[in-house]
Structures are given as C-alpha cells and as structure tokens.
C-alpha cells in the first residue's frame, strides 16, 4: 500500500499494484538518464507530453519498489494509458517536492539576546 506521506502514489494494471515514489536513487537515476537535473525536469513536466521523457520518469519512479527497465515502464503506461500515467507522475513528483506552506515561518525565530557579562 502506497503511503502519501513517503511521497508514493499507488496504481494497478493487469490486477497488479504498483507504487510510484521519487526516492534520492531514482531521482539520480532519472537525473542520469534525462541528461537533466530535477528542476529542469520539473519545468518539463509543466511543458506538456513528450513520451519518451514521461516513461524515463515513470520508470525512474518506479525503481524502489519494483525495479523494473525501460521497456516494462512503457508497458505499463501503455496499460494504464499515457495520460493517466502522466497525471501519477505529476502526484508523486508533487509528494517529493512539496512546497512550503505559506503559513509557516520560512526559518527558525532567533532566539532572543539575553543579557550577559560580555
């Protein structure tokens, strides 16, 4: 079972369940294999559809639970269908990058000077 908090993202194809989750590996990984660091691949996904690209990272996402190459990727995105495959790769990217919460302080108060001998 997929765990959000982890940054997976559960799906089934062919009675099967998968988990997608960009872990530290497979971002180096998709790194590696896209010729591109994490926020161009970022921009990209924002782009729009390119196939070849989506299935690198479907199946960079795919690395830590179930180890699968390239072509068993495409497999499942084919199964699956590539746009609903491209709205899980956004969720799980989504989950590994979360953005800060706007409510939250964007550092640690300083803690107040007290007086001393000094």
């Not at 765990?3 to 993202?9: H, I, Q, S």
């Not at 089934?12 to 990984?29: M, W």
């Not at 994490?38 to 196939?51: F, K, M, Q, R, Y």
Request: aromatic residues 8%; negative net charge.
């Amino acid at each position: 079972m997929a765990n959000p908090l982890k940054g997976e993202v559960a799906f089934q194809v062919e009675g099967e369940s998968y988990t997608l989750v960009f872990a530290v590996n497979a971002i180096c990984q998709m790194e590696a294999a896209l010729d591109l660091s994490v926020s161009e691949i970022a921009a990209e996904l924002d782009l729009g559809l390119n196939v070849t690209f989506l299935r690198t990272v479907f199946w960079a996402a795919l690395l830590q639970h179930h180890g699968v190459d390239l072509t068993r990727a495409g497999e499942l995105m084919t199964a699956f269908g590539v746009k609903p495959s491209a709205k899980l790769i956004i969720e799980a990217f989504r989950l590994a990058f979360p953005q800060e919460d706007a409510s939250a302080p964007a550092r640690p108060p300083k803690a107040k000077a007290r007086a001393g001998t000094g």
